[in-house]
T-cell receptor, first 118, second 114 residues
Framework: GAVVSQHPSWVICKSGTSVKIECRSL??????MFWYRQFPKQSLMLMAT?????????EQGVEKDKFLINHASLTLSTLTVTSAHPEDSSFYICSAPTDPTGGTDTQYFGPGTRLTVL | AQSVTQLDSHVSVSEGTPVLLRCNYS??????LFWYVQHPNKGLQLLLK??????LVKGINGFEAEFKKSETSFHLTKPSAHMSDAAEYFCVVSEWRGSYIPTFGRGTSLIVHP
């Protein structure tokens, strides 16, 4: 199956700093990628849809200026948590469908990034 | 609008006994339905997907799910649980909104006792 990677797998940062998380599709091109946030023992919450070459689409209630998304190429999307605070600590997961417009809607997920803000 | 309800937050079984994880959905259109499994601190792995080709869908690791339109259900089953099946399971419905947007159920934690 298709492989999606994330880097880093975990990161600890100080309050007020910014953190960048990368999501890569390793063996397919992804014009669309999704970013999720998962709190302990809870489901995944869709944060935004990352679109290659255009602006991301954010879900209601997600701060665009807080969570900056850039989809610079067909294999890379980045999520930058700006001015991180302890409440931003969470497990961030990305996913990509192998063919979002051609009828294939199966998502392949990255392994996740554990962010801890001190 | 689409939604997914996983009826049990926890399911506890003994090793070797059957597993049933329940999922009900609502969708405006013919849905795409999935089951994913997540082991602790890991990403999600696709177990199986309903594509409308067959109502009984077989997945990996002996899991299967049956799509019942009249009951709007997509329950996940396995005849015999293994210790390695202990994990979090998510039922997902996908709807077209310019691209396919997934909606997750809250998850069911499967506990397997020796």
């Amino acid at each position: 199956g298709a492989v999606v990677s994330q880097h880093p797998s975990w990161v600890i940062c100080k309050s007020g700093t910014s953190v960048k998380i990368e999501c890569r599709s390793l063996d397919f091109q992804a014009t669309t990628m999704f970013w999720y946030r998962q709190f302990p023992k809870q489901s995944l919450m869709l944060m935004a849809t990352s679109n290659e070459g255009s602006k991301a689409t954010y879900e209601q209630g997600v701060e665009k200026d807080k969570f900056l998304i850039n989809h610079a190429s067909l294999t890379l999307s980045t999520l930058t948590v700006t001015s991180a605070h302890p409440e931003d600590s969470s497990f961030y997961i990305c996913s990509a469908p192998t063919d979002p417009t051609g009828g294939t809607d199966t998502q392949y997920f990255g392994p996740g990034t554990r962010l801890t803000v001190l | 609008a689409q939604s997914v309800t996983q009826l049990d937050s926890h399911v506890s079984v003994s090793e070797g006994t059957p597993v049933l994880l329940r999922c009900n959905y609502s969708s405006s259109y013919s849905p795409s339905l999935f089951w994913y499994v997540q082991h602790p601190n890991k990403g999600l792995q696709l177990l199986l997907k309903y594509t409308s080709a067959a109502t009984l869908v077989k997945g990996i690791n002996g899991f299967e799910a049956e799509f019942k339109k009249s009951e709007t259900s997509f329950h996940l089953t396995k005849p015999s649980a293994h210790m390695s099946d202990a994990a979090e399971y998510f039922c997902v419905v996908s709807e077209w909104r310019g691209s396919y947007i997934p909606t997750f159920g809250r998850g069911t934690s499967l506990i397997v006792h020796p």
